[in-house]
């Protein structure tokens, strides 16, 4: 365990500290995006929602980006929801100082809209998932920049 801690775990996030700062210093700002895949039940067999957004409870992320990001989602037929049962982690909690102009949101993405949970086999939904993420990207990057968020 130490070794990994050594090999990967410190080079990570001195990495992405730096990116971060490289970012503040380059454009006064920085909106880090944490993503991942989420099962597509609880385990109570309920169906999660498409996306959710975990900002530590409004602590990680502005409201506007947040706000901004889950109506981007919602456009494209997506349902959303916000911090629960994923809040953001270790990234979004350490990362997201939107009072230092560090905005950290995580993304948790339903596996069930690209993924068969059997056979892991990609469903047809992938590539117009996949589509879709770059825009809301693309959307993110100018929206953020056009509103000076």
């Keep these: 365990a130490k070794i990994r801690i050594k090999d990967l775990y410190h080079p990570y996030h001195d990495a ?9 210093s380059l454009f006064g700002k920085v ?10 039940f609880n385990s109570m067999g309920s169906r999660r929602s498409d996306i959710i957004l975990g900002d530590r409870f409004g602590k ?6 947040v706000m901004l990001i889950e109506k981007l989602f ?10 629960y049962p994923y809040a953001g982690g270790f990234v979004t909690k350490y990362y997201g100082k939107p009072y230092e ?3 950290a949101l ?10 068969n949970p059997i056979t892991m086999d990609k469903k047809p939904g992938f590539t117009s998932l996949a589509k879709n993420i770059s825009r ?5 990057i100018k929206e953020v920049t056009a509103l000076n968020l």
């Design 16 to 24: 992405l500290q730096g990116l971060i700062d490289e970012a503040r």
């Design 31 to 40: 909106l880090l995006i944490d993503c991942h895949s989420m099962p597509g």
């Design 60 to 65: 990680s992320c502005s409201p506007e980006i």
């Design 74 to 83: 919602q456009d494209l037929g997506y349902s959303v929801s916000r911090n």
């Design 101 to 103: 102009s560090a905005n």
């Design 106 to 115: 995580q993304i948790e993405i339903n596996r069930d809209l690209y993924l």
């Design 136 to 140: 809301i990207i693309n959307s993110i």
